[in-house]
């Protein structure tokens, strides 16, 4: 694998918590536009392994390179700046805007400027162009000017990727996006993702093991906080080790 290839490289991470290693010397290499997904048995360490790698946790040993750039120790914001963002950290957090306003307060926040907030109509005209273009993007049109709160489950998910994507990321980190979904909304987002992935990269944790097949160019499968497999999902998921971990949780 050629080095420019690679945007994300984590080596020997490891996180400690008061004598428990939850994740243990995990070496993790995500290649520049594809999806990736993390996935593994109930506490296998997924998600704090996404913590470590958006710094919402230190790690206690380990490096991680992003796009060649050494990033351990930088704040979340500082990563979402270079454009590593986890969708979800950057929410609809304004439940009782519309939802093209909050993907605008997105777009504010790309700016770096809250005085945005005085700036003439002129310029907050721009902004709702461009929100409208994310939110047409992510299916949300017919949806523009209801607030959020008032959106079906499944739709502020694709609205959490609108307002993500208004921060322009060069690579998108998905907690469980189809966490809670039904069956078409699944499919919606799981369409979705696979759009917004043509130019960027994606890494994803997803307990939905068809969606994982239908969408990951790469797996790494975590045990007990450690890398168990990794590879192509026809690969990984006849490995002995990898169905013996699902089958002795008895987590599908």
Not at 15 to 22: P, Y
Not at 51 to 70: C, E, Q, V, Y
Request: hydrophobic share 45%; net charge neutral.
């Amino acid at each position: 694998m050629a080095e420019e290839e690679v945007i994300l490289e984590a080596t020997g991470l490891t996180k400690e918590f008061k004598g428990f290693v939850a994740v243990k010397n995990v070496d993790l290499r995500v290649r520049r536009h594809t999806i990736h997904a993390l996935i593994g048995p109930n506490g296998a360490g997924k998600t704090t392994c996404f913590n470590l790698l958006t710094h919402f946790l230190s790690p206690t040993s380990g490096r991680i390179h992003f796009n060649g750039r050494d990033i351990t120790g930088s704040s979340p914001a500082a990563i979402a700046r270079m454009g590593l963002v986890r969708s979800f950290q950057i929410s609809a957090v304004f439940p009782h805007l519309s939802v093209r306003e909050n993907v605008r307060v997105a777009l504010q926040r790309k700016l770096r400027n809250s005085f945005y907030f005085w700036r003439s109509e002129r310029v907050l005209d721009r902004l709702d162009e461009r929100a409208l273009e994310l939110v047409e993007a992510v299916g949300l049109t017919p949806f523009a000017e209801l607030p959020a709160v008032e959106l079906p489950y499944g739709r502020k998910r694709a609205l959490e990727i609108a307002t993500t994507l208004a921060l322009d990321p060069e690579m998108m980190l998905l907690d469980e996006p189809m966490a809670g979904l039904g069956q078409e909304d699944i499919q919606r987002i799981a369409s979705l993702i696979r759009t917004v992935s043509r130019n960027r990269t994606v890494l994803m944790v997803e307990h939905n093991m068809s969606v994982v097949a239908d969408l990951s160019n790469a797996i790494t499968v975590l045990a007990r906080g450690e890398v168990l497999a990794e590879g192509p999902y026809e690969t990984v998921s006849k490995n002995p080790l990898v169905v013996e971990a699902y089958v002795g949780t008895g987590h599908g």
